[in-house]
T-cell receptor, first 113, second 114 residues
Framework: AQSVAQPEDQVNVAEGNPLTVKCTYS??????LFWYVQYPNRGLQFLLK??????LVKGSYGFEAEFNKSQTSFHLKKPSALVSDSALYFC???????????FGAGTILRVKS | DTEVTQTPKHLVMGMTNKKSLKCEQH?????MYWYKQKAKKPPELMFV???????INESVPSRFSPECPNSSLLNLHLHALQPEDSALYLC?????????????FGQGTRLTVV
C-alpha cells in the first residue's frame, strides 16, 4: 500500500525567503507524485506533478519540487515566498497500477511580511 | 472549460432530511470521485466512478448513495446523516481511472448536519 508523510504540521517563513515543504513517500514501483494547495474553505488546486523524467519539476505560481528516489522524497520549494502563498499544502502519491490518490496529512505554510 | 462545479456551496440539513450534492465537469473526463474532508485534515476517498460505473467504494455507510447519470455529472444522495458527517465534500475528476494525470477538484460543498 502506498503512503505519504509530511513531517511538519506547519512551516513559517518570512516573505522573500526561500521555502521548503517536505514530503516523503512509500510505494512499490515508480510513483506518481503530486502537490496540491488548499486555501480556506476552498477545494484543492493542483500545483505540480512528477511522473517520470527530470527530477526537478516546475509548477504553478513559481513552485517547484525535486524528486529524490534514493531518499523517497518529493519536497516542494519556492525561491522567494509571498504572503499569498500562505495556505494548506498536500503531497499525494498514486501507485502506477492503482487509481487511489493517497494524501499526506498536510502542512500549513505561513508566510509573514 | 477546466472547472469542476459543485452545488450547493453550503448545505444545512437535519438528520431526517434527504438531500443531494451535485458535481459537473465538461472536460471529457471519464473518472469522477467523491472525497470527504474534515477541517485541516487530508481528503478521504469515498467513491470512484470510471466510465459511469462505480469502481471503488471505500466502505462508505449506505446513508451516502452516489450516482453517475452520465459522463459529466456526479451526484451524492444523502439520507439520515449524523452530525459527525458534517464536513467539506469534494468532487474531483481525471481523464481516466489510473491515469498518470492530476485530478481536478471542485470548490466543495460545506455540509452541516444538525
Amino acid at each position: 500500500a502506498q503512503s505519504v508523510a509530511q513531517p511538519e504540521d506547519q512551516v513559517n517563513v518570512a516573505e522573500g525567503n526561500p521555502l521548503t515543504v517536505k514530503c516523503t513517500y512509500s510505494v512499490s514501483g515508480n510513483p506518481y507524485l503530486f502537490w496540491y494547495v488548499q486555501y480556506p474553505n476552498r477545494g484543492l488546486q493542483f500545483l505540480l506533478k512528477y511522473i517520470t523524467g527530470d527530477n526537478l519539476v516546475k509548477g504553478s505560481y513559481g513552485f517547484e519540487a525535486e524528486f529524490n528516489k534514493s531518499q523517497t522524497s518529493f519536497h516542494l520549494k519556492k525561491p522567494s515566498a509571498l504572503v499569498s502563498d500562505s495556505a494548506l499544502y498536500f503531497c499525494a502519491v498514486r501507485a502506477p497500477w492503482g487509481n487511489k490518490l493517497v494524501f499526506g496529512a498536510g502542512t500549513i505554510l505561513r508566510v509573514k511580511s | 472549460d477546466t472547472e469542476v462545479t459543485q452545488t450547493p456551496k453550503h448545505l444545512v440539513m437535519g438528520m431526517t432530511n434527504k438531500k443531494s450534492l451535485k458535481c459537473e465537469q465538461h472536460m471529457g473526463h471519464r473518472a469522477m470521485y467523491w472525497y470527504k474532508q474534515k477541517a485541516k485534515k487530508p481528503p478521504e476517498l469515498m467513491f470512484v466512478y470510471s466510465y459511469e460505473k462505480l469502481s471503488i467504494n471505500e466502505s462508505v455507510p449506505s446513508r451516502f448513495s452516489p450516482e453517475c447519470p452520465n459522463s459529466s455529472l456526479l451526484n451524492l444522495h444523502l439520507h439520515a446523516l449524523q452530525p459527525e458527517d458534517s464536513a467539506l465534500y469534494l468532487c474531483a475528476s481525471s481523464p481516466k481511472q489510473g491515469a498518470n494525470t492530476e485530478a481536478f477538484f471542485g470548490q466543495g460543498t460545506r455540509l452541516t448536519v444538525v
